[in-house]
Every structure is written in structure tokens, then in C-alpha cells.
């Protein structure tokens, strides 16, 4: 691959046009198109379209562009290195990609050991809805997604799926909202205000079901497709909740809320999402091992 054509699509990437690019490039945009054209000839993928005066990245361009990035960051760090005498470049970020409904505190225990590693990865983490993070992943913006919930069926990505574990799901509440409830758990709930994750997530349709089968009716006080919004709010005595019962020691802890009870027939379940069917990246290997302790996979 001529690297000068790759240049040249870089900075017409960066600046958005042909004309502005010839200009910095101090070529004109006839050559410059001619240029790109070659490129996209060797590659045997369309990287660039118009769009008005301007020009926009197809998908592969998006791509293209990402390796772009990295080569020409790469080879300006070498020079100021050799220049400066300054120390090794660090390691390639990891980046990961998160989707609301995982709890901060699992997807921090997960994440965290990976930085210890080897390697030493600096670390990129994006949080997000699910289809969102694919399309990240799909065009390598994100090495990993976690989420609660497998890839989706309707999702036209090339990923695999990679159990990480799961865990049983246990209600807290506040001590001042409790002195409202008279009866043992579960029943209580039935006293109680309730908070509970989003219709659409992974688990809601769990905890009604439980709910149903208990007899509870339940007082919905609030729904949110952020875990952590919803336990700040439980926090605050706006409703009981219900979180993951491996961090019962640290929510009870940090929260200052009660554990009402344990329900060993409802289960979150975790995975990690990428484009590899088996696992290569250190990082991603140091969570699926971190997984296994912490969650059991």
C-alpha cells in the first residue's frame, strides 16, 4: 500500500473536502481525487462520497480511517521520541464500550484488573445504549462491549458472544422508607414504593414475573434505564430496588440502604461482546478471567 495515498486520504478525511485538503497538501484537488482514487483501487472498498462540497466517509472509510489515525499518530510520536529521547510509547488503548443497564460497580470490578496487566493498556470506555456500542464495534471503534443481555438477534453485526457469569438479584431499601413496611420480605415490597431498571432491559421482564408470582402488587414509583440513577434515587428513600446481590457488602456499604432479601430465582447475566470468536486481546483475556472469579462463569 502507498502510504503517501493514505496520507493524502487522512487529511482529506480530517478536513472534510478535497479543496481544503489540496490546500494544506499544496496539491491540486484534481490529483489529490486521482490520488485517493489509487488508494481505494488497492483496497478494493469505495472510502469516500460527496455530499454537497464536502465529502463524508462510507464505512469502510470509517474504518480506513481509524488505522489512518493510528499510523500517523504512531509515526509522530516515533519522531518526537527519537528527537526528544523520550520513553517508549505505552501500549495501544483497550477500549470498551459499556451499555447502561450493567451496574458501575460490576463493570468497574471487571474492567479494572485489565490495567494491570502485562501490557498496561490505557484505557477508552464509552458508555451507551446496546446498538449503539455494536455499531462502535462493528467498524473497530471499540475492541469490547459488555453488556447484560447477549447480541440481539435483529443486530446485523459480525460478533460473538462471551458468557462472563451471572448473579442473583437481591432488594434494598433506605432505613427511613423502611418504617413504613410491616411485613417480612417479600411481602414488604407490596408496602413499598418501588424503582425499577427500564421495560426494555434484560431483567424487568424477570422481576415482574417474580413479582406476579408472589402475589406482590407492586407501587412502581419509578423506571430507569440507568442502574446507577436508580440506585441514587434508592439511595435518597425514593423506592426499594432491586441490584446484583454479589455487591450486597459494598451497596449496603456505600449506599447506607437495607437488604431486604435474596432472590435466588432471578438472575442478571453479563457478556462480553467482540469481534473475535476466540478471545486473542491480553485485555479482554483479563476480564474474562476476572469474570470467572466474580461472577462464576
Known amino acids: 500500500m502507498n502510504f503517501k495515498h493514505l496520507h493524502y486520504f487522512w487529511v482529506t478525511a480530517k478536513t472534510g473536502g478535497i479543496v481544503r ?3 494544506q497538501l499544496h496539491i491540486t484537488p484534481q490529483t489529490l481525487s486521482g490520488q485517493i482514487k489509487l ?28 488505522y489512518a489515525e493510528e499510523i500517523f499518530t504512531l509515526g509522530a510520536e516515533m519522531e518526537a521520541a527519537l528527537k526528544q529521547d523520550q520513553p517508549a510509547r505505552p501500549s495501544a488503548p483497550l477500549r470498551i464500550g459499556v451499555t447502561d443497564a450493567v451496574p458501575k460497580a460490576i463493570a468497574y470490578r471487571l474492567i479494572e484488573p485489565a490495567l494491570h496487566g502485562g501490557e498496561s493498556p490505557r484505557l477508552v470506555c464509552e458508555e451507551g445504549e446496546m446498538d449503539d456500542l455494536l455499531a462502535d464495534l462493528a467498524v473497530h471503534r471499540l475492541d469490547l462491549v459488555i453488556a447484560d443481555a447477549p447480541l440481539p438477534a435483529h443486530v446485523n453485526v459480525r460478533a460473538f458472544n462471551h458468557r462472563l457469569g451471572r448473579t442473583t438479584l437481591s432488594f ?29 432491559s434484560a431483567v424487568r421482564a424477570q422481576i415482574d414475573q417474580w413479582l406476579g408470582q408472589n402475589k406482590i402488587a407492586a407501587r412502581i414509583a419509578g423506571e430507569f434505564e440507568d442502574g446507577a440513577l436508580m440506585t441514587a434515587f434508592g439511595r435518597e428513600g425514593s423506592g426499594a430496588f432491586a441490584a446484583p446481590s454479589v455487591l450486597q457488602d459494598d451497596i449496603a456499604r456505600e449506599l447506607g440502604v437495607t437488604l431486604l432479601g435474596h432472590c ?32 462464576g462463569a
Open 172 to 200: 434494598y431499601a433506605s432505613p427511613a422508607l423502611l418504617q413504613s413496611a410491616t411485613q417480612p420480605f417479600p411481602h414488604c415490597l407490596a408496602e413499598l414504593p418501588l424503582l425499577l431498571p427500564a421495560t426494555n
Open 39 to 66: 488508494l481505494e483501487d488497492h483496497l478494493g472498498k469505495r472510502l469516500l462520497r460527496k455530499n454537497g462540497r464536502h465529502v463524508e466517509l462510507t464505512e469502510a472509510g470509517q474504518l480506513a480511517l481509524r
Open 264 to 295: 435466588e430465582d432471578m438472575h442478571q447475566e453479563f457478556y462480553a461482546i467482540s469481534v473475535e470468536r476466540r478471545i486473542t486481546h491480553p485485555g479482554v483475556a483479563q476480564i474474562t478471567r476476572v469474570a470467572k472469579d466474580l461472577l
Open 21 to 23: 485538503a489540496g490546500k
